[in-house]
């Protein structure tokens, strides 16, 4: 009988200490109680003992268990052991000798139990089924979230793209904006922060905050609620503002609205019914196009109109990317990419964007203990393919970089003999230039775990050659975050790791790599944030070959444990946007069939031959240059 | 002094209870392997050499808890563990590798075929999907203090099955 067995056997001991135990793993004590628990651990030797069999038997059976999942005979306990595995790693012997090996075995055992086979790239790791989610019955409304950008709620409460709403729940919008669809055809944008409820499939409560109203026609006697006014859309577009003070204003952009006020006057609100019935008694104050007003809780009075307060959609940018999925799910290859470009939502396959090719690569000063590749188990003879390719659990991770952006071009050679060392990051070359249009121009996707920043990794981005008038771009928060409900889980993948600092593309495809599996648990997203070449100082209409990018974090803060909460940027795929564009979604659902132009103004036009496309660029270019 | 050979090989033997040791902070299996993996890591690139297998695991044990009660705070802000104190306490009494070698791995892993397919699946949910009492409960409709105690009786039942088959290994070997 072993030590770890022991205690285990009997009956003898007080059941409760052990469920005690089984309580502390769930996270269940108190803080008094987990006072008094490790106390009794401290003090009294055979509780502790009884507590370290418990924890250390539970983990076993975790392991045990995950042979039977993964039903490996080679990871049995019977031929556990360094020797088998060790003939995978000759390479690696060279350098760090047998102590590499080691490690790199041990790191392959546990990887050997989320496998069926290392060297098996083509099998996918089954997971277990999930648990049935139980819970309370919710009070689902018909009106859904439809579209939102960056947004965050505060507390328990999340909402993602096509959640419906509970009529019952306060939402409170801490961060982003949300677009919210009712079944009418109605459509609020709430901007954070803001305080809201949904009383009914036909009325929106803003308690505080922000919102802009398109009732379109068929939607008429849409309500918005505030804590001291009722507006009720006659077909219109109005915004609605609420300060903490409960002072409302309303600001009618086109069409027609009726405010009532002071609902201090109805005496008691009991139901839907009675306060429809008391808000017909009020005071009915009508709101024309270009009309606004103030309630502040003791009277009502005109206030300059304010168009700038009405919020007609959501920013550019990626809102969402299909993917080829395994049988379990878990994204694959790209297949294409929506984004909002000027306003309009367009679909693009993976044929159409413009691929890249790498040009560059130099990573920190220290050796990266993450590594630079991801992808299957075998390096391909030529790494940059695993950027470049349309697979997003393939990448070049972690180039160089540092918290500020640079301040002159980035150097993509290194010469030695003339002095000459090239700058930390990624050069990249789009096989055919991207011409600079409305909004996202570049679209970017990296894989994150939530482990690491929820919004992406920080980056800077460059042109490659600077004139005045253009500036890096920094990136500190992608379009699709780790919260964004678009973000796809992605298979497993392998990362390489190199015992030396990575120096150029030629040391990524020589140096020795040490291949690394995450754990299963930790599952990586693909989150995606489009690059808008406007905010690098690029004219609209403008052709853009190249670009640089970097990480942007302080490497001195930076370490590859997993506690750390920086780390540096993880491309999988990049990609640009094409000019021209077959297939477009316009604001009202439809679609139409055309070239984009930029404008000269925000937006974009379609046009429906080549010819005026290129007559329209024309145009623009004169415009430009001698307008 | 330990070469880098011997660091990496117990670190290697000690895995299962040094991922259990940090477990014991995180309470999470998955991320107590990670912690583990960054843990050979560091010992790998720690220029100094560890002066005995002790002076390693007691390094080990303490790298490992720290990150993960950083981890938790990073994560939580705030994070109901067991203190350093009593960390300490039972880092002295963890038990050493010998004792849950793959034998009695071998061992387990029989004894959890043998038990009753409900109670299969209460290890199941628990120990490989993470699942805590009160999930069970209501999964399976039970209050959670029976749960808990049936829990406490698998966890018995399968310390004795351990042992009377590591007892009829011996006397196998010795035949």
């Not at chain 1, 009075?301 to 990626?318: A, E, N």
């Not at chain 1, 010469?415 to 060392?421: A, F, K, M, R, S």
């Not at chain 1, 495809?509 to 406007?534: C, H, K, N, Q, W």
């Not at chain 1, 004219?539 to 990018?549: C, D, M, N, R, T």
């Given at each position: 009988?072993?030590?770890?067995?022991?205690?285990?056997?009997?009956?003898?001991?007080?059941?409760?200490?052990?469920?005690?135990?089984?309580?502390?793993?769930?996270?269940?004590?108190?803080?008094?109680?987990?006072?008094?628990?490790?106390?009794?651990?401290?003090?009294?030797?055979?509780?502790?003992?009884?507590?370290?069999?418990?924890?250390?038997?539970?983990?076993?059976?975790?392991?045990?268990?995950?042979?039977?999942?993964?039903?490996?005979?080679?990871?049995?306990?019977?031929?556990?052991?360094?020797?088998?595995?060790?003939?995978?790693?000759?390479?690696?012997?060279?350098?760090?000798?047998?102590?590499?090996?080691?490690?790199?075995?041990?790191?392959?055992?546990?990887?050997?139990?989320?496998?069926?086979?290392?060297?098996?790239?083509?099998?996918?790791?089954?997971?277990?089924?999930?648990?049935?989610?139980?819970?309370?019955?919710?009070?689902?409304?018909?009106?859904?979230?439809t579209e939102?950008?960056?947004?965050?709620?505060?507390?328990?409460?999340?909402?993602?793209?096509?959640?419906?709403?509970?009529?019952?729940?306060?939402?409170?919008?801490?961060?982003?904006?949300?677009k919210?669809?009712?079944?009418?055809?109605?459509?609020?944008?709430?901007?954070?922060?803001?305080?809201?409820?949904?009383?009914?499939?036909?009325?929106?409560?803003?308690?505080?905050?922000?919102?802009?109203?398109?009732?379109?026609?068929?939607?008429?006697?849409?309500?918005?609620?505030?804590?001291?006014?009722?507006?009720?859309?006659?077909?219109?577009?109005?915004?609605?503002?609420?300060?903490?003070?409960?002072?409302?204003?309303?600001?009618?952009?086109?069409?027609?609205?009726?405010?009532?006020?002071?609902?201090?006057?109805?005496?008691?609100?009991?139901?839907?019914?009675?306060?429809?019935?008391?808000?017909?008694?009020?005071?009915?104050?009508?709101?024309?196009?270009?009309?606004?007003?103030?309630?502040?809780?003791?009277?009502?009075?005109?206030?300059?109109?304010?168009?700038?307060?009405?919020?007609?959609q959501l920013p550019d940018r990626i809102v969402s990317?299909?993917?080829?999925?395994?049988?379990?799910?878990?994204?694959?290859?790209?297949?294409s990419v929506t984004a909002q470009r000027g306003g309009q939502v367009h679909t693009y396959?993976?044929?159409?964007?413009?691929?890249?090719?790498?040009?560059?690569?130099?990573?920190?000063?220290?050796?990266?203990?993450?590594?630079?590749?991801?992808?299957?188990?075998?390096?391909?003879?030529?790494?940059?393919?695993?950027?470049?390719?349309?697979?997003?659990?393939?990448?070049?991770?972690?180039?160089?970089?540092?918290?500020?952006?640079?301040?002159?071009?980035?150097?993509?050679?290194?010469?030695?003999?003339?002095?000459?060392?090239?700058?930390?990051?990624?050069?990249?070359?789009?096989?055919?230039?991207?011409?600079?249009?409305p909004g996202p121009?570049?679209?970017?996707?990296?894989?994150?775990?939530?482990?690491?920043?929820?919004?992406?990794?920080?980056?800077?981005?460059?042109?490659?050659?600077?004139?005045?008038?253009?500036?890096?771009?920094?990136?500190?928060?992608?379009?699709?975050?780790?919260?964004?409900?678009?973000?796809?889980?992605?298979?497993?993948?392998?990362?390489?790791?190199?015992?030396?600092?990575?120096?150029?593309?030629?040391?990524?495809?020589?140096?020795?790599?040490?291949?690394?599996?995450?754990?299963?648990?930790?599952?990586?997203?693909?989150?995606?944030?489009g690059?808008?070449?406007?905010?690098?100082?690029?004219?609209?209409?403008?052709?853009?070959?190249?670009?640089?990018?970097?990480?942007?974090?302080?490497?001195?803060?930076?370490?590859?444990?997993?506690?750390?909460?920086?780390?540096?940027?993880?491309?999988?795929?990049?990609?640009?946007?094409?000019?021209?564009k077959?297939t477009v979604q316009k604001g009202d659902g439809k679609t139409e069939?055309?070239?984009l132009?930029?404008?000269?103004?925000?937006?974009i036009?379609?046009?429906?031959?080549?010819?005026?496309?290129?007559?329209?660029?024309?145009?623009?270019?004169?415009?430009?240059?001698?307008? | 002094?330990?070469?880098?050979?011997?660091?990496?090989?117990?670190?290697?033997?000690?895995?299962?209870?040094?991922?259990?040791?940090?477990?014991?902070?995180?309470?999470?299996?998955?991320?107590?392997?990670?912690?583990?993996?960054?843990?050979?890591?560091?010992?790998?690139?720690?220029?100094?050499?560890?002066?005995?297998?002790?002076?390693?695991?007691?390094?080990?044990?303490?790298?490992?808890?720290?990150?993960?009660?950083?981890?938790?705070?990073?994560?939580?802000?705030?994070?109901?563990?067991?203190?350093?104190?009593?960390?300490?306490?039972?880092?002295?009494?963890?038990?050493?590798?010998?004792?849950?070698?793959?034998?009695?791995?071998?061992?387990?892993?029989?004894?959890?075929?043998?038990?009753?397919?409900?109670?299969?699946?209460?290890?199941?949910?628990?120990?490989?999907?993470?699942?805590?009492?009160?999930?069970?409960?209501?999964?399976?409709?039970?209050?959670?203090?029976?749960?808990?105690?049936?829990?406490?009786?698998?966890?018995?039942?399968?310390?004795?099955?351990?042992?009377?088959?590591?007892?009829?290994?011996?006397?196998?070997?010795?035949?």
């Amino acid at each position: 009988m072993t030590d770890s067995t022991r205690h285990l056997q009997g009956n003898d001991e007080p059941p409760s200490f052990l469920e005690q135990v089984l309580q502390y793993q769930d996270g269940q004590l108190t803080e008094q109680e987990l006072e008094a628990f490790a106390s009794q651990i401290r003090i009294d030797p055979d509780l502790r003992r009884k507590f370290i069999d418990l924890e250390v038997q539970s983990a076993a059976i975790h392991e045990v268990l995950r042979w039977d999942i993964y039903n490996d005979p080679g990871v049995s306990p019977d031929n556990l052991g360094p020797v088998t595995t060790l003939s995978l790693l000759t390479g690696w012997t060279k350098r760090y000798g047998v102590a590499i090996s080691i490690i790199a075995a041990s790191l392959l055992i546990v990887l050997a139990f989320l496998i069926q086979s290392p060297l098996d790239r083509g099998k996918q790791v089954e997971l277990p089924a999930p648990l049935p989610p139980i819970g309370d019955p919710v009070l689902l409304s018909n009106v859904f979230l439809t579209e939102e950008h960056h947004a965050l709620f505060f507390g328990e409460v999340s909402l993602t793209t096509g959640s419906s709403l509970q009529t019952r729940q306060g939402y409170r919008l801490q961060r982003g904006i949300v677009k919210l669809t009712f079944p009418n055809a109605a459509s609020a944008i709430i901007e954070a922060p803001a305080l809201f409820r949904v009383i009914d499939d036909n009325c929106l409560m803003l308690v505080a905050g922000s919102c802009s109203v398109h009732a379109p026609h068929g939607a008429e006697g849409f309500r918005v609620e505030t804590p001291s006014t009722k507006v009720i859309d006659r077909g219109t577009r109005f915004s609605v503002k609420v300060n903490d003070g409960n002072e409302t204003e309303v600001h009618v952009i086109e069409g027609e609205a009726e405010l009532y006020p002071s609902l201090a006057q109805v005496p008691e609100r009991k139901s839907q019914e009675q306060w429809s019935d008391s808000a017909a008694t009020l005071k009915k104050i009508p709101l024309h196009k270009q009309q606004a007003i103030r309630v502040d809780g003791y009277r009502e009075h005109l206030i300059d109109f304010d168009s700038r307060t009405y919020v007609d959609q959501l920013p550019d940018r990626i809102v969402s990317y299909e993917a080829t999925r395994t049988s379990e799910g878990y994204a694959q290859d790209l297949v294409s990419v929506t984004a909002q470009r000027g306003g309009q939502v367009h679909t693009y396959s993976v044929e159409e964007l413009i691929p890249i090719e790498v040009t560059w690569f130099r990573g920190d000063t220290k050796p990266d203990s993450v590594g630079h590749l991801i992808g299957d188990y075998t390096r391909p003879v030529r790494p940059q393919e695993l950027l470049e390719d349309r697979k997003l659990y393939t990448g070049m991770i972690n180039p160089g970089g540092q918290a500020e952006p640079l301040d002159k071009d980035p150097i993509m050679e290194t010469n030695l003999q003339e002095g000459v060392t090239g700058t930390p990051g990624m050069g990249i070359r789009f096989r055919t230039p991207v011409v600079n249009g409305p909004g996202p121009d570049v679209v970017l996707f990296e894989i994150q775990s939530f482990l690491h920043p929820l919004d992406g990794d920080p980056f800077h981005v460059y042109p490659v050659h600077s004139r005045p008038g253009l500036k890096p771009l920094t990136v500190r928060r992608f379009d699709l975050t780790m919260n964004s409900k678009e973000s796809l889980e992605v298979v497993h993948f392998w990362r390489h790791r190199f015992s030396k600092p990575i120096e150029s593309l030629m040391e990524l495809e020589t140096e020795e790599t040490f291949p690394r599996m995450g754990t299963y648990e930790l599952r990586f997203r693909v989150l995606a944030v489009g690059i808008d070449l406007s905010e690098m100082g690029f004219a609209e209409g403008e052709q853009v070959q190249e670009l640089f990018i970097q990480h942007a974090i302080e490497e001195s803060l930076f370490q590859y444990v997993v506690t750390d909460p920086t780390s540096k940027v993880d491309p999988v795929f990049i990609a640009g946007f094409p000019e021209d564009k077959q297939t477009v979604q316009k604001g009202d659902g439809k679609t139409e069939r055309g070239w984009l132009v930029p404008a000269t103004t925000r937006g974009i036009h379609v046009v429906r031959n080549p010819l005026s496309a290129t007559l329209a660029h024309f145009a623009i270019w004169l415009l430009r240059n001698w307008g | 002094m330990l070469t880098r050979e011997e660091a990496t090989a117990i670190l290697l033997e000690e895995r299962l209870l040094l991922t259990s040791y940090i477990g014991v902070v995180v309470r999470n299996y998955h991320l107590s392997e990670d912690f583990f993996q960054d843990i050979c890591i560091q010992a790998l690139m720690k220029e100094e050499p560890f002066e005995s297998r002790e002076h390693l695991l007691n390094w080990a044990r303490i790298l490992g808890r720290h990150r993960a009660i950083n981890f938790l705070k990073s994560r939580e802000g705030r994070c109901l563990h067991l203190d350093e104190q009593t960390m300490e306490v039972l880092a002295e009494d963890w038990p050493k590798s010998e004792s849950w070698n793959p034998v009695t791995l071998t061992a387990l892993n029989q004894c959890l075929r043998k038990l009753t397919e409900n109670n299969r699946e209460i290890v199941r949910l628990r120990y490989l999907e993470g699942r805590t009492g009160s999930d069970l409960a209501r999964h399976f409709g039970r209050k959670l203090a029976t749960i808990y105690q049936a829990i406490s009786r698998i966890h018995k039942s399968l310390g004795e099955c351990i042992r009377i088959r590591l007892v009829n290994t011996e006397l196998g070997s010795h035949d």
